[in-house]
Antibody, heavy 118, light 111 residues
Framework: EVQLVESGGTLVQPGGSLRLSCAAS????????MYWVRQAPGKGPEWVSR????????SYADSVQGRFSMSRDNTKDTLHLQMNSLRAEDTAVYYC???????????WGQGTLVTVSS | QSALTQPPSASGSPGQSVTISCTGT?????????VSWYQQHPGKAPKFLIY???KRPSGVPDRFSGSKSGNTASLTVSGLQAEDEADYYC???????????FGTGTKVTVL
């Protein structure tokens, strides 16, 4: 069974940094592109970033480009999202998700809440 | 990123059908057959329903179907059941400048 478990979300002050993690199991992790998708309270999901199976290629939404960095450790089947210069508008539940043939998200974790506030 | 436009709400009685629209542009929905749909119950993660406009992943009932015409994609839920009451989101590839774009969401109520 595919499982994705996020961790690391918490309350952080504007301008601060935070590192999220996602532990994957139940599938050959290194074979899949992976994503971070966030959802602000009462809003629809928003794609944040993606990483290739070998970790060599990453892409980011304009809203986080230059502030967030996504990486993966295929020896530990773990995904990371380093978030710097956090803003109030980054407040959201952050989900990690698995790729489905390039353009869809077929499995999602339960999410971890990031709140940016003073 | 500009979100795809969905109606805020839709409703139907048990056994009836409901159709949700998802309107974008020629740069996203109209330009690619990479539309997907997700169901989300309150406090839960989204669940994968449809990919590549009209394909169902294994385990998704055939009551859920997708289609597309021009810049508008649609999700139809047939034979509505109480457990179908949820929020539904579409998503599309949006080209190299906007890789993935989501819809604004539609709350489906089963009367």
């Amino acid at each position: 069974e595919v499982q994705l478990v996020e961790s690391g979300g918490t309350l952080v002050q504007p301008g601060g940094s935070l590192r999220l993690s996602c532990a994957a199991s139940g599938f050959p992790f290194s074979n899949y592109w992976m994503y971070w998708v966030r959802q602000a309270p009462g809003k629809g999901p928003e794609w944040v970033s993606r990483v290739s199976g070998d970790g060599s290629t990453t892409s980011y939404a304009d809203s986080v480009q230059g502030r967030f960095s996504m990486s993966r450790d295929n020896t530990k089947d773990t995904l990371h999202l380093q978030m710097n210069s956090l803003r109030a508008e980054d407040t959201a539940v952050y989900y990690c998700a698995r790729d489905h043939w390039g353009w869809a998200f077929d499995h999602w974790g339960q999410g971890t809440l990031v709140t940016v506030s003073s | 990123q500009s979100a795809l436009t969905q109606p805020p709400s839709a409703s139907g009685s048990p056994g009836q059908s409901v159709t949700i629209s998802c309107t974008g542009t020629s740069s996203d929905v109209g330009g690619y057959n990479f539309v997907s749909w997700y169901q989300q119950h309150p406090g839960k993660a989204p669940k994968f329903l449809i990919y590549e406009v009209n394909k169902r992943p294994s385990g998704v009932p055939d009551r859920f179907s997708g289609s597309k015409s021009g810049n508008t994609a649609s999700l139809t839920v047939s034979g509505l059941q109480a457990e179908d009451e949820a929020d539904y989101y579409c998503s599309s590839h949006g080209g190299s400048d906007n890789l993935y774009v989501f819809g604004t969401g539609t709350k489906v109520t089963v009367l």
